[in-house]
């Protein structure tokens, strides 16, 4: 089986920008640069033919490249705790534009569709169970900005999770992705 998803790696620059800010938070499990990505689409676990099948069908995605920038942190919560720490990323309509086509042509080999609305973000940190204390890191840098970068393609992921985190290997890249 094949835990996948479809992302965007940033460019160098910025995960490095990005990575310089973190720390501060207790219990924080916080990225590592290898793990810095904008997902589009997670799909989760197939197996080899039905990975086989989502490799070509993201070959048909199409899209104008368009400019992104980092904008701003937040946090994700389950039942009231932050399990996630996160950088913003804006313009949010092409990104979601993105997302519904990937949906659509996961949807069209069979997989359930996202059911969650679609909010583009890095992921910075995760926390256990009992949550943490993100409100002084979120007032710190919720002005975050970051240089535009483009987006002009992107990466079929494979998500391998260990005992120290998740390992991402691309499976393919499609368009322009030049992640460096």
């Not at 490249?65 to 009231?80: H, I, L, W």
């Not at 910075?124 to 993100?134: N, S």
Request: aromatic content about 8%; charged content about 20%; overall charge positive.
């Amino acid at each position: 089986m094949h835990r996948l998803f479809v992302a965007i790696r940033p460019p160098a620059s910025l995960r490095a920008r990005l990575l310089a800010l973190m720390g501060g938070v207790p219990g924080a499990r916080w990225q590592c640069d290898d793990q810095l990505h904008l997902t589009l689409r997670f799909i989760g676990q197939v197996d080899r033919h039905r990975a086989a099948d989502i490799a070509d069908a993201l070959r048909t995605i199409r899209f104008a490249p368009f400019d992104a920038n980092v904008s701003g942190v937040g946090a994700f919560d389950r039942r009231g705790v932050i399990d996630t720490l996160w950088a913003g990323v804006q313009p949010r309509d092409p990104l979601a534009g993105l997302h519904r086509k990937l949906d659509r042509a996961c949807v069209a080999l069979g997989l359930p569709p996202e059911e969650r609305a679609y909010l583009p973000h890095i992921t910075l940190a995760r926390f256990g169970r009992t949550g943490a204390l993100v409100d002084p890191f979120l007032a710190a840098h919720a002005a975050l900005t970051s240089p535009p970068f483009t987006i002009n393609g992107f990466a079929l992921f494979e998500s391998q999770l260990g005992r120290d985190g998740a390992r991402y290997h691309v499976i393919e890249h499609y368009g322009r992705h030049d992640p460096d």
